[in-house]
């Protein structure tokens, strides 16, 4: 059942703020045991508007980012990684990322982070950057949202901010099966993009990033074009002892749904649906979308 967003933005904060003691509790008792997970958001579009519902406003970009910096310590996909195969962490860390590559974020989003030396990685596809088209989700809601540009992508790159590989046409691994395209959009994706920024990329971040959107195959495929790492998008934490090599990222959203999740929400604590890509997920038959909040739902929904 779908709840109306004021609704369900009412329920959440009761929630929260019903919780919020015991997740007082909780945290110390995880950061003491060095058991904290670690954070990774991702966002999409920052700008004035929010014409698609993947968009933040400018000012709530900075509110997201100033109550973050605050809490946690904000820290590269690498050290993420780092600090979940030392098997242990006690101090609140998050990363921020970005998904598709859109202009606006070279308006403010990107140079606010660069400016506050806050590392970023920054998944882009090489198709629309190379051809500049518009993103077919953002033509299905009337909307033209230009493409970063190969300029802008050098110069990102030279600014400090980790570019990373998204797919080439933005394209849904989960319904791929022949190899060589998985490769196509894996591997030269990648390589296309170290060629354009003369640096080695990294990471790589699944379209879409829900189980249905993953398999064993492609995450195969990643680990032999030798990236560091994959990321996910289906909502869930990274804790001390997970591999390091699937990156499970959370939607930024809004800010109560973002600080619902930094503070660890009790229900998703124990990870009831953790993605396994040794494992192909068609046979799984998890339905893990019904366990994201409305607003992820919606979000994948739509994207
Ligand atoms: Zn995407």
Known sequence: MKLPPQLRTFLLSLYYNGTLPYRLWQNARLYAAGKAPILVFFYHRIAHDRCVPWSHTNEEFARQIAWLKKRFELISLAEAQRRVRQKSNDRPAACITFDDGYAENCDYALPLLIEEQIPCTYFVCTHYIFEQQLFPHDIALGQRLSPNTVRQIRYLAEA?????????????????????????????????????????????????????????????????????????????????????????????????????????????????????????????KIEVTSQLPTGEQREYAAH
């Open 160 to 284: 400090g901010i980790d570019i990373g590989a998204h797919t080439r046409t933005h394209a849904d691994l989960g319904k791929i099966h022949d190899p060589r395209r998985i490769r196509e959009e894996v591997s030269r994706c990648g390589d296309e993009l170290e060629q354009l920024i003369g640096q080695r990329v990294r990471y790589f971040a699944f379209p879409y990033g829900l189980p249905r959107n993953m398999t064993s195959a492609a995450f195969q495929a990643a680990r032999e074009h030798g990236y560091d790492g994959v990321c996910s998008a289906y909502g869930d934490y990274n804790y001390p002892g997970d591999d390091g090599f699937h990156i499970r990222r959370i939607h930024a959203d809004d800010m109560l749904v973002l600080r619902n999740w930094a503070t660890l929400d009790p229900r998703k604590l124990w990870r009831p649906v953790a993605y396994d890509y040794t494992r192909d997920q068609q046979s799984l």
